[in-house]
């Protein structure tokens, strides 16, 4: 069984950096040797990476006319992931750019099929426009390229973990712990109030509320508990019953939850209180739950200007890219931001 991921050890932004000439591919090469070096990665690995950063480097300067970023992110495994995200044009052949040495621009690139032939894991989104302006919707292209320093975790729920501190500081109050069981994942989502460390201090720690017997509410009430005299924190507390085929929700304060099925959005919001304050048992949101269906927790961090059509095709793939695209766009620079996507096996 997969291990438990509690966000404050797990889906750590290592780097993070504008892409807009040539010295951004020698700086994040740099980060990555590095970061592998510490990492344990081997000498061969590394070389896989710093080729597929130079790649995407590449690509952003080219297509990207300097709107594009590039980020590390360690996550359980250990794993490094690279992201390259991008306000660019997209996009439009994604087939043909996934080809050995296409290149739209006549020149000698080995293309996107070299990251995903290098990576251990590529996952690729692209929405193809002239390029997204100021209040229109995002159009670009996203890459994510996954390195494992050992074997591959055996097929699974997919998760994806989007958590990032306000002004990237040390400490972040949103937290995220999960668990894997056998009927369904099940985790338990929280923003504590305010920002810094005694935001992060009263978050955490709580995955021992989290046991499998629990029943839902009294994971709830345990937290509440554990947070009296505290600034407290607002919650979500998701369930899968796969056996069932369904999702239930308790939720305190403001967050919300979305589940994406057969290309429909369906939103839930919770009622008001603060745990370890003054909140009201809330009444549990049950789901029916449909093959494929994506199930995503954020904080108040992340805008709620989206649905569906914001992100054509996003919802088919990866959890985790599905994580960074939303978290890096929808995320607000004013908070902490945190956001939790699951998509059923």
Same mark, same amino acid.
């Given at each position: 069984?997969?291990?438990?991921?509690?966000?404050?050890?797990?889906?750590?932004?290592?780097?993070?950096?504008?892409?807009?000439?040539?010295?951004?591919?020698?700086?994040?090469?740099?980060?990555?040797?590095?970061?592998?070096?510490?990492?344990?990665?081997?000498?061969?690995? /590394?070389?896989?990476?710093?080729?597929?950063?130079?790649?995407?480097?590449?690509?952003?300067?080219?297509?990207?006319?300097?709107?594009?970023?590039?980020?590390?992110?360690?996550?359980?495994?250990?794993?490094?992931?690279?992201?390259?995200?991008?306000?660019?044009?997209?996009?439009?052949?994604?087939?043909?750019?996934?080809?050995?040495?296409?290149?739209?621009?006549?020149?000698?690139?080995?293309?996107?099929?070299?990251?995903?032939?290098?990576?251990?894991?590529?996952?690729?989104?692209t929405r193809p426009g002239d390029g997204a302006a100021q209040g229109k919707p995002w159009t670009g292209t996203a890459v994510l390229a996954?390195?494992?320093?050992?074997?591959?975790?055996?097929?699974?729920?997919?998760?994806?973990?989007?958590?990032?501190?306000?002004?990237?500081?040390?400490?972040?109050?949103?937290?995220?712990?999960?668990?894997?069981?056998?009927?369904?994942?099940?985790?338990?989502?929280?923003?504590?109030?305010?920002?810094?460390?005694?935001?992060?201090?009263?978050?955490?720690?709580?995955?021992?509320?989290?046991?499998?017997?629990?029943?839902?509410?009294?994971?709830?009430?345990?937290?509440?508990?554990?947070?009296?005299?505290?600034?407290?924190?607002?919650?979500?507390?998701?369930?899968?019953? /796969?056996?069932?085929?369904?999702?239930?929700?308790?939720?305190?304060?403001?967050?919300?939850?979305?589940?994406?099925?057969?290309?429909?959005?369906?939103?839930?919001?919770?009622?008001?209180?603060?745990?370890?304050?003054?909140?009201?048992?809330?009444?549990?949101?049950?789901?029916?739950?449909?093959?494929?269906?994506?199930?995503?927790?954020?904080?108040?961090?992340?805008?709620?200007?989206?649905?569906?059509?914001?992100?054509?095709?996003?919802?088919?793939?990866?959890?985790?890219?599905?994580?960074?695209?939303?978290?890096?766009?929808?995320?607000?620079?004013?908070?902490?931001?945190?956001?939790?996507?699951?998509?059923?096996?």
């Open positions: 069984m997969s291990l438990p991921i509690d966000s404050a050890q797990t889906g750590r932004l290592l780097y993070n950096n504008a892409v807009q000439h040539e010295a951004a591919g020698i700086l994040v090469r740099s980060k990555l040797f590095a970061i592998g070096q510490r990492l344990g990665f081997n000498e061969h690995k /590394r070389e896989h990476m710093a080729l597929v950063a130079a790649e995407l480097v590449t690509n952003q300067i080219k297509y990207a006319q300097g709107r594009g970023m590039i980020q590390i992110w360690e996550q359980p495994g250990p794993t490094l992931d690279i992201l390259a995200l991008d306000y660019g044009p997209g996009i439009k052949n994604l087939s043909l750019a996934q080809q050995d040495g296409y290149s739209s621009k006549q020149t000698l690139g080995k293309g996107l099929g070299s990251v995903q032939r290098l990576a251990d894991e590529a996952h690729i989104y996954r390195f494992r320093s050992g074997k591959a975790a055996k097929p699974g729920d997919e998760v994806g973990i989007f958590a990032r501190a306000l002004t990237d500081e040390r400490f972040n109050g949103d937290h995220i712990y999960l668990r894997h069981r056998p009927a369904g994942p099940r985790w338990l989502h929280l923003d504590g109030l305010g920002h810094g460390q005694n935001a992060q201090e009263t978050t955490s720690n709580l995955m021992g509320c989290m046991d499998d017997a629990m029943q839902a509410a009294t994971v709830l009430q345990a937290v509440d508990e554990r947070l009296h005299g505290s600034r407290g924190a607002v919650a979500i507390l998701a369930e899968v019953n /796969r056996k069932a085929g369904k999702l239930v929700l308790h939720g305190v304060g403001d967050m919300q939850a979305y589940v994406i099925q057969e290309e429909q959005l369906h939103r839930f919001s919770f009622s008001p209180g603060v745990l370890g304050k003054e909140f009201k048992l809330p009444t549990p949101v049950q789901v029916d739950l449909a093959k494929g269906a994506v199930i995503v927790t954020v904080s108040d961090g992340i805008r709620r200007s989206w649905d569906e059509n914001s992100f054509p095709g996003l919802f088919r793939q990866n959890a985790q890219l599905i994580a960074y695209v939303l978290g890096n766009i929808m995320g607000r620079i004013s908070d902490d931001q945190s956001l939790c996507a699951v998509r059923l096996s």
